[in-house]
C-alpha cells in the first residue's frame, strides 16, 4: 500500500520590488488565482501594469469576435480596477491563434522596454496544468515562452535596435519572471487578506464567465478550489503559486 506524500512546502516570493509588469494572453487569465496577488501587492503601494496579448476576441462561443473584443477589453479594465491596476494595455493579436516567435517577443520586449518592470508575471506556460494529463492552451504556452525569452531581448541593444530612441531604451531591470499556477511552483504568495478582492475581479468578467460550459460556473468555489491548496503549503489560508525564473 502506498503512501501518499504530502505536497512540499513553497517558498515566499520576495516582495523586495516596486513595479510590476503582467503579461498573459487573454482578459481573465490573471484572474484565475494571480489577481488575488496583485491586490496584496498594490496594497503595498507597488505598481503593476497588465499587457494583455489578445483581446479574447475567439473567447465567447455565442458572441462574434466583433462584438466580443470590446465587450471583454471593457470587463478586463474593470476587472484591473478592482484590484487596484489602472493601466491596461493591449497588443491586439489575433486570440486563439497566437505563436511563438520573434513578433511576438519584438511586440512584449517594446512593452518591457517602455514600463521597465523589476519583476515580470505570466501565466503557467508548461505543457498541463497539473504536471500530468490536465492540457494547456495553446496562446498561454506562447505568451509565457515569449515573456521569458523578452524579458532578456529588452536588455540587448542589438535586439530589435530600430525601437531605440531617448524614451525607450534597453531595460536590464528585470530581476525575475514569475509563472502564476504552473506546476512546477516552488514559491507562492499568502492571498488571505484580499482573497474576496481576487473573487471581485474575477467576477466582473460576467459575460465570458456566463458563456463557460453550461453557463453555471462558480466563480468562488472555483477560486477556492485552486487557492486552498496552495495557502496549506504556504501556512495560510489562501495562496498564489509561483514559478520563479531568475533573471538577474
Not at 491596476?85 to 512593452?111: K, N, S
Not at 467576477?203 to 453557463?215: E, I, Q, V
Request: glycine share 8%; hydrophobic share 40%.
Amino acid at each position: 500500500m502506498s503512501e501518499t506524500v504530502a505536497p512540499a512546502p513553497l517558498e515566499p516570493v520576495s516582495e523586495d520590488w516596486q513595479r510590476a509588469l503582467a503579461i498573459v494572453a487573454h482578459p481573465d487569465d490573471l484572474e484565475f488565482g494571480a489577481a488575488a496577488a496583485i491586490a496584496r501587492w498594490t496594497r503595498q503601494g507597488k505598481q503593476v501594469v497588465y499587457c494583455l496579448v489578445t483581446s479574447g476576441e475567439a473567447g465567447i462561443d455565442g458572441l462574434p469576435p466583433e462584438e466580443t473584443r470590446p465587450l471583454r477589453e471593457n470587463e478586463q479594465r474593470a476587472s484591473a480596477a478592482v484590484v487596484g491596476v489602472d493601466e491596461v494595455v493591449f497588443l491586439g493579436q489575433p486570440d486563439g491563434i497566437l505563436e511563438y516567435g520573434v513578433p511576438l517577443r519584438r511586440d512584449l520586449a517594446r512593452v518591457i522596454r517602455h514600463y521597465r518592470p523589476d519583476i515580470v508575471i505570466t501565466n503557467n506556460f508548461r505543457a498541463t496544468w497539473d504536471g500530468a494529463v490536465v492540457l494547456n492552451q495553446a496562446d498561454h504556452i506562447a505568451t509565457g515562452r515569449a515573456t521569458l525569452d523578452a524579458v532578456r531581448d529588452a536588455g540587448n541593444r542589438w535586439v530589435f535596435p530600430e525601437q531605440l530612441r531617448d524614451d525607450l531604451l534597453p531595460w536590464t531591470g528585470v530581476k525575475q519572471v514569475w509563472a502564476a499556477s504552473s506546476p512546477d511552483s516552488r514559491h507562492g504568495v499568502d492571498t488571505t487578506d484580499t482573497f474576496d478582492l481576487g473573487l471581485a475581479s474575477l467576477r466582473a468578467h460576467d459575460a465570458y464567465l456566463r458563456g463557460l460550459g453550461s453557463g453555471d460556473f462558480d466563480a468562488e468555489e472555483f477560486l477556492e478550489g485552486i487557492s486552498r491548496p496552495v495557502g496549506s503549503r504556504l501556512g495560510t489560508r489562501y495562496g498564489t503559486s509561483f514559478e520563479v525564473f531568475q533573471i538577474n
